[in-house]
């Protein structure tokens, strides 16, 4: 005979009541967990974002805990799995750049499809995700310099724009590029 467990209730850490509600983010489709628990509030305290959760998810928000009866203390806790890359297709329009047979760098603006490419990372130090900048050239003194990514040849996409980073949640970070298809032209005369 297998006998039952029963728990006192002592609550001095955290106890999950209720339970474990999946949802879908509608952007990303990942899946978020949320959980409430009760704990003696002279116990409570905030746990770390990054921690980690049910479902190979991370602790990416929690709330404030409201008084119970009986010196508890409930709030909730929002985990999140860290979103697979996903690409959105937008019109843009991208500056092109040439080069002149007298070595001048001559700028046009063409309408193109693009790719806005989403890539997440879930860190506490952003300088370990890698950001990428759009090949562009200039002129100074005389001499032509370049700046950024330079396009392998033969790639089908090109960088458009830089990388840009932003928190998704908790420590998970969004990093967004777009790419465009490159134009290949003979130098201006």
Known sequence: MKLKVHYDGSYTSPTAIGPLVRSTDPDTQSYLFRQHFHQLANKWQRTLQGAYGPHGSYLVEESEPTEKDGGIVEWSRLYAQ????????????????????????????????????????????????????????????????????????????????????????????????????????????
């Open 82 to 189: 860290v979103p697979p890359r996903r690409t959105e297709g937008q019109p843009y329009n991208h500056t092109y750049q040439f080069l002149t047979s007298e070595g001048g760098i001559e700028e046009v603006v063409l309408y193109s499809s693009s790719v806005l490419v989403f890539d997440y990372f879930e860190t506490s130090d952003t300088s370990t995700i890698p950001l990428f900048e759009a090949f562009r050239l200039f002129t100074f003194g005389g001499v032509t310099h370049s700046v950024g990514t330079p396009p392998e040849p033969g790639a089908p996409f090109i960088i458009a724009e830089d990388s840009t980073l932003n928190r998704w949640r908790g420590t998970i970070w969004e990093r967004v590029t777009r790419y465009v298809r490159p134009r290949v032209s003979a130098a201006i005369p």
